[in-house]
């Protein structure tokens, strides 16, 4: 399974980005698509979930900004932005978390390999 994001960028605070994670299959396999972001120095931080039944999730510091999405068509994660500060800066990742598959002792964790947001001031 690959998950290649696309979609950042460079934008001033205020503006709107949509980041998408494009998957190798369906979509339905994984139980809980999130997204991550990392800005230099700092740890990896969750930032948005989805959940069979499309249940979301978002941290206070993205909430009301953030709207994490899934195109089952398309088999495809989304992450609207908007209203973004320069503290959003970071490499955006995608995960993604497949049940445990039969004869497989864990639930399988993929990654995408991240996408650049820079917001200026």
């Known amino acids: 399974v690959h998950l290649e994001e696309s979609g950042g960028g460079l934008v001033q605070a205020g503006g709107s980005l949509r980041l998408s994670c494009e998957a190798s299959t369906t979509v339905y396999i994984f139980y809980v698509m999130r997204w991550y972001r990392q800005a230099p120095g700092k740890q990896r931080e969750l930032v948005a979930t989805?959940?069979?039944?499309?249940?979301?999730n978002y941290p206070d510091s993205v909430k009301g900004r953030f709207t994490i999405s899934r195109d089952y068509a398309k088999n495809t994660l989304y992450l609207q932005m908007n209203s973004l500060k320069p503290e959003d800066t970071g490499v955006y990742y995608c995960?993604?978390?497949?049940?445990?598959?039969?004869?497989?002792?864990?639930?399988?964790?993929?990654w995408g390999q991240g996408t650049q947001v820079t917001v200026s001031s």
């Open positions: 989805i959940r069979n039944g499309e249940n979301t």
């Open positions: 995960n993604a978390i497949q049940a445990r598959p039969l004869g497989s002792p864990s639930d399988i964790e993929y």
